[in-house]
């Protein structure tokens, strides 16, 4: 069992850059990084294989959003720039640990969230 914890949500401004991260309590194959907006369906943003050579990312936030992890401390990060009012919504980590696994992946441990504010 893995534990997901998220942090680094806030209010900023449009324009602006937040810093995700999402800390596991052990280890993890594939991280990904969920968001949904009030009145929305939950909607994939990125996500990193175990090697970190496999990323992936929602068309909306390609050139703005970087995914990256660091296996030895076992966390994920979601660098976000460029920030949008449509990119308000709670960003959810969610991750695998199962070996062997390929895109599309489908994940097991799901944190609590954090919530993002962009304002106009």
């Known amino acids: 069992q893995v534990q997901l914890v998220e942090s680094g949500g806030g209010l900023v401004q449009a324009g602006g850059s937040l810093r995700l991260s999402c800390a596991a309590s052990g280890r993890t194959s594939a991280v990904a990084w969920f968001r949904q907006a009030p009145g929305k369906e939950r909607e994939f943003v990125a996500a990193?294989?175990?090697?970190?050579?496999?990323?992936y990312y929602t068309d909306s936030v390609k050139g703005r959003f970087s995914i990256s992890r660091d296996n030895a401390k076992n966390t994920a990060d979601l660098q976000m720039n460029s920030l949008k009012p449509e990119d308000t919504a709670v960003y959810y980590c969610?991750?695998?640990?199962?070996?062997?696994?390929?895109?599309?992946?489908?994940?097991?441990?799901w944190g609590q969230g954090t919530q993002v504010t962009v304002s106009s």
């Open positions: 990193i294989g175990q090697s970190a050579s496999s990323i």
């Open positions: 969610a991750a695998d640990d199962r070996n062997d696994i390929n895109w599309p992946y489908e994940y097991i441990y």
